[in-house]
């Protein structure tokens, strides 16, 4: 699916004002790149991010994914008639990380009609995985 056409051509720094006041923004969740099929942020792993062994939490993980899946449907619908909402999320974490920053990139693997279902890779600075996500949306009408 990498010729998706986003139906909302919002620019990143549209997404991070969105962040404002928001969970996102208490992590440090920051869009940093809009591609023709996928969609980037980054998230410090740092004391806002930790568990008590002072790795990345996987809470934090999940928020990440949740996160740039949910705004890169919200990208893919007519916000004029429709909205989008989490429905299920799933996530495998592969490997430790102590501090440093994670990017996620959100793919789609199916855009239909009623849902969206992202394929969510969490990397750090090596590109190494550090989480493997798998996102469900519903799509449903405006009221």
């Known amino acids: 699916m990498s010729n998706i056409i986003w139906k909302n051509h919002a620019t990143l720094q549209q997404l991070n004002e969105l962040s404002k006041d928001t969970m996102a923004a208490t992590l440090g969740i920051e869009f940093v ?52 909402v989490g429905i299920e999320i799933n996530c495998n974490h592969l490997r430790g990380k102590k501090e440093g920053i994670v990017t996620a990139t959100a793919e789609p693997l199916h855009l239909g009609a009623t849902t969206h279902v992202w394929d969510i890779r969490i990397r750090d600075e090596k590109e190494k995985l550090v989480c493997v996500s798998r996102l469900t949306i519903a799509v449903l009408k405006k009221q």
Do not use: F
């Open 33 to 84: 790149e809009i591609g023709i099929g996928h969609l980037k942020a980054t998230m410090p792993v740092n004391i806002r991010t930790h568990q008590p062994y002072g790795l990345l939490h996987g809470g934090a993980s999940a928020a990440l994914a949740e996160t740039i899946g949910s705004v890169a449907s919200w990208m893919s619908i007519d916000t004029e008639k429709q909205i989008c």
